[in-house]
Nanobody, 125 residues
């Protein structure tokens, strides 16, 4: 069982930055691909970024490339999402997710095993 707790959300003006954190419980954090997803009101949950358990390579959605960076610290059981140049369309609830030894398709939310409760990010224009 893995518990995920997100933090770092808030209200920011367009062009600003936020850093989200996701702290995981358990002793096998380095066996999980960690992902960030987001869901805006009236929209489906969408992939934002992920960092693979094996090798640590990362992938980002096209909508956030060049602006968001995902990273992980296995010693702290924590994954981060650094968000720069924020836009009003980035407004959503952001969720952290963990997929046990997930490779290949890291973009589909249903393939992840555990989820955090979400943190609200609001970007004002």
């Amino acid at each position: 069982q893995v518990q995920l707790v997100e933090s770092g959300g808030g209200l920011v003006q367009a062009g600003g930055s936020l850093r989200l954190s996701c702290a995981a419980s358990g002793r096998t954090f380095n066996s999980y691909t960690m992902g960030w997803f987001r869901q805006a009101p009236g929209k489906e949950r969408e992939f934002v970024a992920a960092v693979r358990w094996s090798g640590g390579s990362t992938s980002n959605a096209d909508s956030v490339k060049g602006r968001f960076t995902i990273s992980r610290d296995n010693a702290k059981n924590t994954v981060y999402l650094q968000m720069n140049s924020l836009k009003p369309e980035d407004t959503a609830v952001y969720y952290c997710a963990a997929g046990f030894r997930l490779n290949g398709n890291i973009y589909t939310s249903s393939l992840y095993n555990y989820w955090g409760q979400g943190t609200q990010v609001t970007v004002s224009s």
